[in-house]
């Protein structure tokens, strides 16, 4: 069983039968640091589940052309654009590898199948997405109702492993505060767990 039928299966048990169904789709896919898995403009065709390595999924701000962050990939999670389980749309996400990076990738296409043929599957799905937005929820409010130490304190507790492998300009527009405030309290005093 490979780890992303695993990581599914820890979430919502499935028959051997939907395993091995399951097993046929999801291809194992490589990309190298700095390489691209979707640009803008471009349809998104996969999801992915990352079994070593980083992702980097952001936008360009209309209004000033900057970077923004929406989220980082890391080991044992799920990477999906959720208005492509139903139809593929071009959308103006960036998706970009920020290590050398193994993933295991299924079809949106064969996942629609999948959610038609097994309703175990579609189970998945739902509880896959609460999580997302939850996730997604919590990380909105805190950038928009905090300060910069605030939003780099949370940052720091929830996700202290990307403190370490993401550059400070990708954690600077991910939290929304000056990368020179990053950069000048070092990663040691500023990711301190005692701050608040």
């Not at 996400?93 to 990076?101: C, I, P, R």
């Not at 996730?135 to 929830?158: P, Y």
Request: charged share 20%; net charge positive; proline share 3%.
């Amino acid at each position: 069983m490979n780890e992303m039928i695993a990581c599914i299966n820890a979430m919502r048990p499935l028959s051997d039968e939907i395993n091995t169904h399951l097993a046929r789709l999801i291809r194992c896919q490589t990309f190298k640091k700095g390489e691209y898995l979707l640009r803008a403009g471009d349809v998104s065709h996969d999801f992915y589940f990352v079994s070593q390595g980083l992702l980097r999924c952001y936008a360009n701000c209309e209004t000033t052309g900057k970077e923004a962050t929406r989220t980082f990939t890391k080991e044992g999670e799920f990477f999906l654009l959720p208005q492509n389980v139903k139809q593929t749309l071009p959308g103006n996400e960036y998706l970009h590898a920020l290590e050398d990076t193994t993933v295991y990738a299924m079809s949106y296409i064969d996942l629609h199948s999948t959610i038609e043929k097994y309703l175990a599957v579609y189970n998945f799905l739902i509880r896959l997405g609460c999580q997302h937005n939850s996730q997604l929820r919590e990380a909105v409010s805190i950038m928009l109702e905090k300060s910069a130490f605030q939003k780099c304190t949370w940052l720091a507790k929830k996700h202290p492993e990307l403190t370490k492998r993401v550059s400070s300009k990708h954690l600077a527009s991910y939290v929304g505060a000056p990368e020179k405030m990053i950069r000048r309290y070092g990663r040691y005093s500023f990711w301190h767990p005692c701050g608040n």
